[in-house]
């Protein structure tokens, strides 16, 4: 399993910067609740890519001593089980959800020279429309909880549910980046194009689990 670290938002400066990273390890494993077991576990390779070419880039592992399991360190500019960066799935379902574009617009918008396929495009928005209401869901009532004059909060409540749930999340995202943004100085420098990054880190490590 991974634990999603924000190492910046390209994955050009993880490279640039690889060798003077330091990667955190967690002081409790997640999976048995054990402090202090956490030992080196190496690197693994993934091939990240955007619309013109393919990175590699070496993922930090470690390895729980008491119950053997491993967990990797996953830059935020990255999902699991997807093959493009992050950035590149931002583009897509913004221009498909929030700017209401048509699919033949979005793949001319997002997908210039083709790639990523349509299959692709279509396969992200499909997937991050399934998975829109329930973390619209939680970020409402984080907000309430926080930030009671938002104007990202439903009057009825996240039980009402939205009633466009992928064009409601990425308007709740923004305002609980501006929240985050008076809590937390690491965040401060983020923008609009940072907003899927800080949900997917934020979510991920409320047990959110799948974004896209």
């Known amino acids: 399993m991974?634990?999603?670290?924000d190492f910046g938002p390209a994955v050009q400066d993880y490279l640039a910067h690889f060798d003077a990273i330091a990667f955190p390890r967690p002081e409790q494993c997640p999976c048995c609740?054990?402090?202090h077991t956490f030992i080196g576990h190496g690197f693994y390779l993934r091939k990240p890519k955007d619309q013109t070419q393919v990175y590699r880039i070496w993922i930090k592992r470690w390895f729980c001593k008491a119950c053997h399991s491993t967990l990797s360190v996953l830059p935020s500019f990255l999902l699991r089980f997807r093959h493009y960066l992050l950035v590149v799935i931002q583009q897509v379902v913004v221009a498909r959800?929030?700017?209401n574009a048509s699919w033949h617009a979005t793949e001319r918008q997002c997908a210039p020279e083709g790639l990523?396929?349509?299959r692709t495009i279509g396969r992200w928005c499909h997937a991050f429309a399934a998975q829109a209401a329930g973390w619209w869901a939680v970020v409402q009532e984080t907000l309430a909880r926080q930030d009671s004059a938002s104007p990202a909060l439903d009057p009825l409540g996240p039980a009402a549910g939205p009633l466009d749930a992928p064009r409601a999340l990425l308007h709740a995202a923004t305002h609980l980046l501006a929240w985050a943004q008076t809590r937390w100085p690491e965040v401060v420098s983020y923008g609009l194009t940072d907003r899927l990054r800080f949900l997917w880190h934020w979510g991920f490590g409320r047990g959110?689990?799948?974004l896209v």
């Open 33 to 35: 609740g054990t402090p």
């Open 2 to 5: 991974p634990i999603i670290t």
């Open 97 to 99: 959800f929030e700017d």
């Open 116 to 118: 990523p396929s349509p």
């Open 208 to 210: 959110l689990g799948r």
